[in-house]
Nanobody
């Protein structure tokens, strides 16, 4: 069984920074793509950033402000969020495509709330 556990959300003022972490654990052969998605109230879940062996990709709305990185030895992905805006307020979800003894599957974390407000 594989679990993704997120941490690092919270309340921050506009212009502030937060760093999210997501650690994968369990029966893991390898991790392919890892990424962050977010869902604001009344809106659909959207891609924020992804990272794979080929590089990174970001939503236009966060380019230049957010940075995704990963530590393969720790099976962990990070999202450094700078210059936060009120429109970044959402529940942030970690996602990973993970190869296990039973095959490769997509997994989701439980979500962590990020609130940007003065």
């Amino acid at each position: 069984q594989v679990q993704l556990v997120e941490s690092g959300g919270g309340l921050v003022q506009p212009g502030g920074s937060l760093r999210l972490s997501c650690a994968a654990s369990g029966s893991i052969f390898s991790i392919n793509v890892m990424g962050w998605y977010r869902q604001a109230p009344g809106k659909q879940r959207e891609l924020v950033a992804v990272i794979a062996s080929g590089g990174t990709n970001y939503a236009d709305s966060v380019k230049g402000r957010f940075t995704i990185s990963r530590d393969n030895a720790k099976n962990t992905v990070y999202l450094q969020m700078n210059s936060l805006k009120s429109e970044d307020t959402a529940v942030y979800y970690c996602n990973a495509n993970i190869a296990t003894p039973r095959g490769a599957y997509d997994y989701w974390g439980q979500g962590t709330q990020v609130t940007v407000s003065s």
